[in-house]
């Protein structure tokens, strides 16, 4: 079964069971992950998962429902989704409401917006994509642009206690597609010295990794670039 939800890339829903070759057993429901391509069997899928999860002495895998699903990928670890050979891309981000939020104090020019790597939370789909900080989890935020792709124009989109995770783990900047304006979360990252753009577009097609974030501020806005190697 397919279903189509985005354009490009593909990730595969699926219910399954790992059993351990030293008893024990694990089971999953609902779990997706991205694929290289558009379609996956199950043998193949079974080893993606072991793969993806670091599992050790699995006896056998099987997969009883699996659907997949046309949409961005979410940068599932191990599963060969990176591609080929790289290949560089520019991508713009700026929308017409693109805003960038500077602490108090901050140097004016580019110092501290340029070239950083990108952290992509991804919470397209999700009941309430407002990253909490089970949702930052994942992540290692230290001198990155946290990006959160909400795909919603509006709405808040981080938590308080993920604000503040953010600021104490060291994230550079922190970036989102909402255009909420004076929100919350805003407000306590540009308190605790961190820049914060918001309305960004085009977030679907930013790979889910090797990324670097480019925002230049000028007498109009900023220009926020997404640079895909």
């Not at 899928?45 to 072991?50: A, C, F, I, T």
């Not at 909402?178 to 930013?206: C, H, N, Y």
């Amino acid at each position: 079964m397919t279903t189509a939800t985005g354009a490009g890339q593909w990730r595969v829903d699926f219910d399954a069971e790992v059993v351990f070759s030293n008893g024990g057993s694990l089971r999953t429901e609902g779990f997706r992950l991205d694929i290289p391509g558009d379609d996956i069997d199950d043998a193949a899928l079974g080893e993606l998962l072991v793969r993806h999860l670091g599992l050790l002495m699995v006896g056998g895998t099987a997969i009883t429902r699996k659907e997949l699903i046309r949409e961005p990928h979410k940068g599932s670890r191990n599963t060969g989704t990176e591609g080929g050979a790289p290949v560089r891309r520019t991508l713009d981000l700026t929308g017409p409401g693109t805003r960038l939020d500077r602490p108090a104090g901050a140097p004016e020019g580019i110092e501290g917006l340029v070239d950083l790597p990108v952290a992509l939370v991804r919470l397209v789909g999700a009941d309430e994509p407002v990253a909490d900080r089970l949702a930052l989890a994942p992540f290692a935020p230290a001198g990155h642009a946290v990006v959160v792709h909400t795909g919603r124009p509006d709405g808040p989109w981080l938590t308080p206690d993920a604000a503040a995770l953010l600021a104490e783990r060291g994230a550079a900047l922190v970036a989102t597609d909402a255009v909420e304006r004076d929100d919350p979360a805003t407000k306590a990252l540009t308190e605790a010295g961190l820049p914060v753009l918001t309305g960004l577009t085009g977030l679907t097609d930013l790979p889910a990794t090797d990324v670097r974030l480019h925002a230049v501020p000028h007498p109009g806005g900023v220009r926020v670039y997404g640079v895909a190697e």
